[in-house]
């Protein structure tokens, strides 16, 4: 392949993201449905009138923006680590090294020619979220140790709400969804990898079928917030988590890859 070809692959919106992280079709699908999909649905059922364009011009930015953290922490930070993972086989991985530096300035610069072109769109809040998730990044990046525990949950947590928040006005219920929904079993999860050794974790249902913990955590997390939203009169706001619950349920008992 052309060089020039193949660097400019590398500055389109979602290809590092697809390289990198969701290689195969399952996990693509997942990422679509439990983190596109998913909070599309809360921001609708929280109100109605919402700009679709809007959302998915703000997508388009968080993406962008996050695979810039994406590529500083797969060829800078494994710098850092005893035994890094390496999302790239050996050529590809020298290619990206080669043209790192290059690719980021680039990179950097549509982002910022983006919310150029974009900013009669976006708000302050979610400048200030996109602001957060790269100071969030930096710390994640620079602390290769237990401080990524909290760093993980952060940057999970206002990637979330970069396209939730700026939305909504409840900034509390909004907090609610995407913490039980999203944040919380996504940090559950990260703390059962070995290199956090973390010992109740590591040897937790988590660790050793997370298809399992998935379904149960989804069908305790439903029944929790079944009692808050109907109590505060916001029971529609259930069908995000009992989607999510169908999903896991499915993949648990029909598919278990």
Known sequence: MNLYIKFFLYLIPFFYLTKSRLKKINLAISWIFIFYFINLLT?????????????????LILIYNYEIGYIYNDFVSISKEIKPTIRFNKNEFNFIKSKLYSILFTRFTVLLLLIYLFFYYLNIKFLILIF????????HNFYRGRQNILTFFLLHHIKNL?????????YILINLLVFINSSLNRSLENLSLLRFNVIF?????????????RFYYFLAAFLILFIILNYTNNILLIIPTLLILIYRMIIYFFINE
């Open 43 to 59: 921001v609708y059922l929280l109100d109605l009138n919402f700009d679709f364009l809007k959302y998915n011009i703000f997508f």
């Open 201 to 213: 974790f590591k040897n937790s249902i988590i660790a050793r079928d997370r298809h399992k913990f």
């Open 162 to 170: 970069s396209i939730t928040l700026p939305f909504i006005e409840n």
């Open 132 to 139: 957060l998730i790269n100071i969030m990044f930096f710390a």
